[in-house]
């Protein structure tokens, strides 16, 4: 799966936010990934891990006081170093597709779906034949996203979270963007809900429908999540962030199955879920402005020694000074 | 015992947003209501912790009938109760650092003085450091303010929790946390406890029993009035 060329290829991102009085806040630092056509990558944490930041700077959406360094590679576009006019017309929308937090707050609550669909598919794609092109265009792209055509006329107000999500959706899907990126798309679903919309999110990634249909050039989604059920469901890698740093990239399987997660964070945040331990892990995660020298989880990890006063790098997929062990060697290169 | 009888509540009196629903928790149980989003769970939890006033039905309190709802409740009814929303933000005042956020109920109560040692007290509980207690909600993350909303929900020794999709926005670990100091407190002052949620595992994890909505309304609810907001705040 990751033979093939990237689809976004992070290399080093970092992004600092300059606080009143000279504070420094790390809220991403150091950040290396790939994510490849048809594959989703889960970027999974606590919340105010960093998760969001590093979303934000993919679409260049970071606010004022925030700087950046490394590279984010799409395609031959370093999404960092890009301008506003690039971002803006080029970037949002059509090379990225976004799948909000909460479809409800992003939809505009003064206009119908079909206004709002109509209006993107207008400014993105531009179909040619006026008033009645756009209009079948708008509906197609409803459908594409499972968005029933009759319930168009509807305000967002007047939406189930299924359907709004969805219509957020469809309006991601129009640009026919390479790299989908789902930012928490299921917080406050109820189960039902989380499962449907994260399918519907896989379905998109994998390309199956449509007569343009290539099997193995798909979507690229980066899904961003809290919600581990969500990340195991439909993900085919993992990468868990903690206090802005990646501390494993891992294969789905072996992360939510029987070798499990490496990194001994990883094997708390699942201890916590109810259908296992439910277990917290102790403590608070540190602040993201005094973060210590040495391994960020040290001060809640129960295999912490003197080694980890330092800095663990990811070194092959793990950065941990004691991570738990590996089952085989293909397992390691995975 | 808290007892609701037969009832109807909504958000208009010719649309209820469902009917003639009867629940019982007893002292130091644990119940779990179980729903999908929209069903009206979220409705019953307001009625139950006496935030809202239904439209039809009774609600027993420890025997008592309850007749007045809001701020018009007695206040040895209202403080009975402990109650934690799905979502913080919406659910703290922007202006209050999270130490004044957690006092707030006993300044209500003229009970100003014994803030600090409570504060002490209950933010070691829920894990909250001395720095956070400091911030205002913006300042913090969903999760460290969702930890001071159970810790105001807990100050005044409330003897029912009502609970509504405390964890939702939650990750794991914060969601195990938060589950754990709830039923510590239970198992400290025999507190009974309304868990209203989505997540089955969850709650049947959490609680002694655990109600499907579906088995309390026997006419069903009219989907054309499902609300997909969750009352908050």
Known sequence: MTERAPVLSVRGLSVRFLMPGGRRVAA???????????????????????????ASALLGLLPGNAQTAGRALLGELDLLAADERTLARTVRGRLIGLVPQSPAAHLTPVRTVRAQLEETVAELTAPRGGRKALRAAA????????????HLDHHPHELSGGLAQRAATALALVGDAPLLLADEPTTGLDRDLVDHTVDELRRHVDNTEGAGARPDTGRALLLITHDLAAAERIADRVALMYAGRIVELADATAFFGAPGPRHPYGRGLLDALPDRAFAPIPGLPPELGALPDGCAFAARCDRTTDACAAMPPLGGQVACHHPHAVLTKAADRA | MLELHTVTAGYDRNAPVFRGVSLSVAPGEAVGLLGPSGCGKSTLARVAALLHRPDAGTLHLDGTPVRRWRHRAPRDQRTAFGVVFQQPRLSADPRLALADLIA??????????????????????????????????????????????LARALVLRPRWLVCDEMTAMLDASTTAAL??????????????????????????????????????????????TRNEQSPTG
């Open chain 2, 104 to 149: 707030e109920p006993l300044r209500a109560t003229g009970r100003r003085d014994e803030a600090a040692g409570r504060i002490a007290e209950l933010s070691a509980t829920v894990g909250l450091t001395a720095d956070l207690l400091a911030r205002r909600p913006h300042e913090v993350s969903d999760g460290q303010l969702q930890r001071a909303c």
């Open chain 2, 179 to 224: 589950v754990r100091v709830v039923e510590e407190y239970r198992a400290a002052t025999g507190a009974g406890l309304l868990a209203v949620g989505h997540d089955r595992v969850l709650l049947d994890r959490w609680c002694g029993r655990t109600v499907d909505w579906a088995t309390l309304t026997a006419s069903g609810t009219d989907p054309s």
């Open chain 1, 28 to 54: 991403v630092t150091d950040a290396h990934f790939d994510v490849a056509a048809g594959e989703c990558l889960a970027l999974i944490g606590e919340s105010g891990c960093g998760k969001s930041v590093l």
């Open chain 1, 139 to 150: 509906e197609a792209a409803a459908e594409r996203a499972a968005f029933p055509v009759d």
